[in-house]
Protein backbone atom coordinates (compact mmCIF):
# COMPACT_ATOMS: atom_id res chain seq x y z
CA UNK A 1 0.00 0.00 0.00
CA UNK A 2 1.71 3.06 -1.16
CA UNK A 3 -0.68 5.67 0.15
CA UNK A 4 1.15 8.61 1.65
CA UNK A 5 -0.52 9.68 4.90
CA UNK A 6 0.75 13.12 6.32
CA UNK A 7 0.30 13.57 10.36
CA UNK A 8 1.39 17.03 11.66
CA UNK A 9 1.00 16.77 15.84
CA UNK A 10 2.68 13.73 15.24
CA UNK A 11 4.39 14.35 19.03
CA UNK A 12 1.38 14.40 21.01
CA UNK A 13 -0.79 11.17 22.23
CA UNK A 14 -3.13 10.74 19.69
CA UNK A 15 -1.12 11.19 16.90
CA UNK A 16 2.08 9.38 18.10
CA UNK A 17 -0.57 6.33 18.27
CA UNK A 18 -1.88 7.20 14.88
CA UNK A 19 0.96 6.94 13.19
CA UNK A 20 2.36 3.53 14.78
CA UNK A 21 -1.16 2.03 13.67
CA UNK A 22 -1.11 3.29 10.41
CA UNK A 23 2.93 2.60 9.84
CA UNK A 24 1.15 -1.00 10.72
CA UNK A 25 -1.37 -1.09 8.43
CA UNK A 26 1.18 -0.60 5.57
CA UNK A 27 0.91 2.74 4.79
CA UNK A 28 3.61 5.16 4.27
CA UNK A 29 3.55 7.66 7.86
CA UNK A 30 5.67 11.25 7.59
CA UNK A 31 5.16 13.51 10.82
CA UNK A 32 5.73 16.74 10.02
CA UNK A 33 6.54 18.78 13.55
CA UNK A 34 8.07 21.41 15.37
CA UNK A 35 10.06 19.30 17.68
CA UNK A 36 11.44 15.62 16.94
CA UNK A 37 9.20 12.77 19.00
CA UNK A 38 9.99 11.79 21.96
CA UNK A 39 9.69 8.14 21.13
CA UNK A 40 11.66 6.51 18.35
CA UNK A 41 9.41 5.21 15.47
CA UNK A 42 11.62 3.70 12.53
CA UNK A 43 8.93 2.80 10.15
CA UNK A 44 7.77 6.51 10.16
CA UNK A 45 9.71 9.33 8.45
CA UNK A 46 9.82 12.45 10.89
CA UNK A 47 9.83 16.25 9.05
CA UNK A 48 11.46 18.44 12.04
CA UNK A 49 10.67 22.24 10.75
CA UNK A 50 9.61 25.12 11.83
CA UNK A 51 5.92 25.72 11.42
CA UNK A 52 6.35 28.41 8.33
CA UNK A 53 8.11 25.88 6.57
CA UNK A 54 5.74 23.02 6.79
CA UNK A 55 3.98 23.93 3.13
CA UNK A 56 7.34 23.33 1.47
CA UNK A 57 7.58 20.07 3.40
CA UNK A 58 3.72 19.06 2.46
CA UNK A 59 4.45 20.41 -1.49
CA UNK A 60 7.40 17.73 -1.54
CA UNK A 61 5.72 14.69 0.21
CA UNK A 62 2.20 15.19 -2.01
CA UNK A 63 0.04 13.58 0.70
CA UNK A 64 -3.08 11.30 -0.47
CA UNK A 65 -4.68 11.95 3.56
CA UNK A 66 -3.18 14.90 6.02
CA UNK A 67 -3.87 14.27 9.63
CA UNK A 68 -4.13 17.12 12.25
CA UNK A 69 -3.73 15.88 15.99
CA UNK A 70 -2.21 19.61 16.77
CA UNK A 71 -3.55 20.46 19.87
CA UNK A 72 -2.75 22.76 23.21
CA UNK A 73 -4.55 23.96 26.07
CA UNK A 74 -5.16 28.02 27.49
CA UNK A 75 -2.89 27.09 30.32
CA UNK A 76 -0.38 25.66 28.15
CA UNK A 77 0.37 27.93 25.37
CA UNK A 78 -0.15 30.69 27.83
CA UNK A 79 -2.79 33.06 26.75
CA UNK A 80 -5.83 32.31 24.66
CA UNK A 81 -3.96 34.16 21.28
CA UNK A 82 -1.26 31.69 21.61
CA UNK A 83 -3.74 28.92 22.02
CA UNK A 84 -5.56 29.47 18.97
CA UNK A 85 -2.42 30.03 16.91
CA UNK A 86 -2.21 26.40 17.60
CA UNK A 87 -5.30 25.12 17.33
CA UNK A 88 -6.98 27.01 14.84
CA UNK A 89 -3.92 29.02 12.60
CA UNK A 90 -1.16 26.06 12.33
CA UNK A 91 -4.35 24.07 11.94
CA UNK A 92 -5.67 25.60 8.83
CA UNK A 93 -2.51 26.58 7.49
CA UNK A 94 -0.96 23.16 7.82
CA UNK A 95 -5.04 22.32 6.00
CA UNK A 96 -4.30 24.85 3.04
CA UNK A 97 -1.02 23.74 2.26
CA UNK A 98 -2.17 20.22 2.04
CA UNK A 99 -4.96 20.93 -0.21
CA UNK A 100 -2.73 22.84 -2.51
CA UNK A 101 -0.44 19.65 -2.82
CA UNK A 102 -3.18 17.14 -3.76
CA UNK A 103 -4.88 15.64 -0.61
CA UNK A 104 -8.37 15.63 -0.76
CA UNK A 105 -8.82 13.80 2.31
CA UNK A 106 -8.26 15.38 5.85
CA UNK A 107 -8.60 14.40 8.87
CA UNK A 108 -8.44 16.72 12.50
CA UNK A 109 -8.65 16.22 16.25
CA UNK A 110 -11.12 18.94 17.22
CA UNK A 111 -13.42 18.60 20.62
CA UNK A 112 -16.89 17.17 21.54
CA UNK A 113 -19.28 20.20 22.56
CA UNK A 114 -17.70 22.17 19.65
CA UNK A 115 -19.91 25.10 18.67
CA UNK A 116 -19.77 28.12 17.68
CA UNK A 117 -21.65 29.81 19.87
CA UNK A 118 -20.00 27.90 23.08
CA UNK A 119 -19.28 30.23 26.07
CA UNK A 120 -16.06 28.47 26.17
CA UNK A 121 -13.46 29.91 24.19
CA UNK A 122 -11.93 26.76 23.77
CA UNK A 123 -14.95 24.86 22.78
CA UNK A 124 -15.71 28.24 20.20
CA UNK A 125 -12.13 28.03 18.59
CA UNK A 126 -12.50 24.33 17.93
CA UNK A 127 -15.57 24.98 15.98
CA UNK A 128 -14.19 28.32 13.91
CA UNK A 129 -11.72 25.75 13.31
CA UNK A 130 -13.73 23.30 12.51
CA UNK A 131 -15.42 25.85 9.82
CA UNK A 132 -12.44 26.98 8.04
CA UNK A 133 -11.26 23.23 7.17
CA UNK A 134 -15.10 23.34 5.47
CA UNK A 135 -14.30 26.29 3.63
CA UNK A 136 -11.21 24.69 1.83
CA UNK A 137 -12.82 22.04 -0.03
CA UNK A 138 -11.45 19.16 0.70
CA UNK A 139 -13.50 16.07 -1.04
CA UNK A 140 -13.98 14.09 2.30
CA UNK A 141 -13.35 15.65 5.84
CA UNK A 142 -13.41 14.09 8.54
CA UNK A 143 -13.61 15.09 12.34
CA UNK A 144 -12.53 13.58 15.01
CA UNK A 145 -14.88 14.99 18.39
CA UNK A 146 -13.52 12.97 21.38
CA UNK A 147 -13.98 13.99 24.81
CA UNK A 148 -11.85 13.52 27.81
CA UNK A 149 -8.68 11.58 26.59
CA UNK A 150 -7.78 8.36 29.02
CA UNK A 151 -4.84 6.43 28.37
CA UNK A 152 -1.38 6.49 26.24
CA UNK A 153 1.68 8.30 27.40
CA UNK A 154 2.07 11.89 27.67
CA UNK A 155 4.80 14.48 27.04
CA UNK A 156 3.78 16.85 29.43
CA UNK A 157 1.62 17.08 33.18
CA UNK A 158 -1.46 18.41 33.30
CA UNK A 159 -3.11 18.69 37.09
CA UNK A 160 -6.61 19.30 36.13
CA UNK A 161 -6.73 16.76 32.85
CA UNK A 162 -4.68 14.09 35.39
CA UNK A 163 -7.76 14.65 38.06
CA UNK A 164 -10.11 14.42 35.16
CA UNK A 165 -8.74 10.94 33.71
CA UNK A 166 -8.77 9.94 37.89
CA UNK A 167 -12.68 10.37 37.67
CA UNK A 168 -13.67 9.28 35.04
CA UNK A 169 -14.50 5.65 35.60
CA UNK A 170 -16.85 6.75 37.98
CA UNK A 171 -18.12 9.76 36.08
CA UNK A 172 -18.44 7.45 32.85
CA UNK A 173 -21.15 5.90 34.37
CA UNK A 174 -23.59 9.14 34.56
CA UNK A 175 -22.82 9.41 30.64
CA UNK A 176 -25.61 7.90 28.99
CA UNK A 177 -28.54 8.44 26.22
CA UNK A 178 -27.43 11.73 24.76
CA UNK A 179 -24.67 12.00 27.42
CA UNK A 180 -22.96 9.48 26.15
CA UNK A 181 -21.03 11.36 23.77
CA UNK A 182 -19.26 13.07 26.97
CA UNK A 183 -17.84 9.71 28.41
CA UNK A 184 -14.01 10.09 28.46
CA UNK A 185 -13.00 8.57 24.90
CA UNK A 186 -9.77 5.91 24.89
CA UNK A 187 -7.07 7.29 23.43
CA UNK A 188 -6.26 4.95 21.30
CA UNK A 189 -9.70 4.08 19.70
CA UNK A 190 -9.52 7.54 18.61
CA UNK A 191 -6.01 6.93 16.86
CA UNK A 192 -7.66 3.20 15.87
CA UNK A 193 -10.60 5.06 14.15
CA UNK A 194 -8.33 7.87 12.41
CA UNK A 195 -6.70 4.40 10.90
CA UNK A 196 -9.39 3.08 9.79
CA UNK A 197 -10.57 6.39 7.95
CA UNK A 198 -7.07 6.97 6.32
CA UNK A 199 -8.01 5.20 3.30
CA UNK A 200 -11.89 6.22 2.89
CA UNK A 201 -12.52 7.75 -0.57
CA UNK A 202 -16.32 8.66 -0.31
CA UNK A 203 -16.98 12.57 -0.31
CA UNK A 204 -18.27 14.44 2.16
CA UNK A 205 -18.08 16.20 5.87
CA UNK A 206 -18.44 13.22 8.54
CA UNK A 207 -18.65 13.69 12.59
CA UNK A 208 -17.05 11.65 15.09
CA UNK A 209 -18.18 11.49 18.71
CA UNK A 210 -18.13 8.26 21.02
CA UNK A 211 -20.46 5.88 19.05
CA UNK A 212 -18.70 6.71 15.60
CA UNK A 213 -15.34 6.53 17.26
CA UNK A 214 -15.75 3.01 19.41
CA UNK A 215 -17.51 1.52 15.92
CA UNK A 216 -14.26 2.79 13.96
CA UNK A 217 -11.89 1.24 16.37
CA UNK A 218 -13.69 -2.00 16.46
Not at 49 to 66: G, Q
Not at 86 to 91: E, G, Q
Not at 97 to 121: C, L, N
Request: proline share 5%.
Amino acid sequence: MNRKILIAGGSGLVGRQSADFLAASGYEVHLVSRRPSALPMPAIKEHVALSDDWPEIVARIKPDCSISCLGTTIRKAGSQDAFKAVDHDLVLAFAQASHAAGAQHFITVSSVGAMPASGSFYLRTKAEMEQGLRNIGFQRLDIMRPSLLTGGQRDDHRPGEAFGILLAPIADLLMFGPMKKYASTPSDKVAKAIAALANRHDGGVFIHENDSINALAG
